[in-house]
């Protein structure tokens, strides 16, 4: 954000504080439940079976409260800036806008940030620590051509990017160096069933008028009838 005053001006750097303050609100669930899996995979590294069953595991309980807060974000956002009261229209538009942006990070994260953890806990943190570098240029060398021009929208879509690097890295690695197969099918699930909640948002938003709490719980409920299926 320091370097997104410098190159852009406080009131970008602002907007961009505004949002990613619920990117880190909402990331705290994922650094809590992580480390729980830490030591889980740790001691079940020599056994690959226990391993595969101790990722699926995580892999749900990681995605499936994220998924949900994804998608209100998406369609509600704007709900979360309750206390910008002294804000312009357009100020809170552009808040929204990168909040957006930002958590599709969080996506990003649901389905993936549960390899970092297998990876770090099985040995592998200094191939882990050399993709967190190269995310870091990336983000840096982005930052430096965009910020000047685009502002807070490029800080957040240069964070996306950057995620989206790391994340793709820990999943090659994860399917090159360890004896546990990267659960394609439960990850598709997973994106099918974001995929029908965010089609039955769209619906509710476009076809129903309904206060933001009621739309959401109803949208809760739809979300959790579609876990139980035989997919699961």
């Known amino acids: 954000m320091v370097l997104l005053e410098r190159l852009s001006s406080a009131r970008e750097a602002g907007y961009y504080a505004g949002a990613y303050r619920w990117l880190d609100a909402i990331m705290m669930y994922a650094w809590t439940v992580l480390p729980l899996f830490f030591a889980r995979f740790a001691h079940a590294a020599a056994r690959p079976r226990e391993l595969r ?61 549960i390899y ?39 800080a957040a879509i240069n964070t996306l990017l950057s995620v989206l690097l790391v994340s793709g890295g820990y999943v090659w690695l994860v399917s090159q160096r360890m004896r546990v197969r990267v659960p394609w099918h439960l990850i598709a699930q997973l994106a099918l069933a974001f995929g029908l909640l965010c089609g039955a948002w769209y619906l509710v938003r476009t076809q129903l008028t309904l206060v933001w709490w009621l739309e959401t719980g109803l949208m809760g409920v739809f979300f959790a009838g579609l876990l139980p299926l035989p997919v699961w």
Not at 58 to 63: E, I, L, T
Not at 78 to 91: A, D, I, R, Y
């Open 116 to 154: 970092s953890t297998l990876l770090t806990s099985t040995r592998h943190q200094q191939a882990v620590s050399w993709l967190v570098a190269l995310s870091i240029g990336l983000n840096l060398t982005l930052n430096l051509l965009l910020l000047p021009r685009y502002g807070a929208i490029a």
């Open 53 to 113: 069953q101790l990722l699926w595991l995580g892999q749900r309980v990681v995605a499936i409260p994220l998924l949900l807060l994804v998608a209100f974000v998406l369609f509600r956002g704007e709900v979360l800036f309750w206390q910008f009261g002294h804000s312009t229209g357009p100020e809170l538009a552009r808040m929204v806008r990168c909040l957006k942006i930002l958590f599709l990070n969080v996506l990003v994260h649901a389905f993936f940030a």
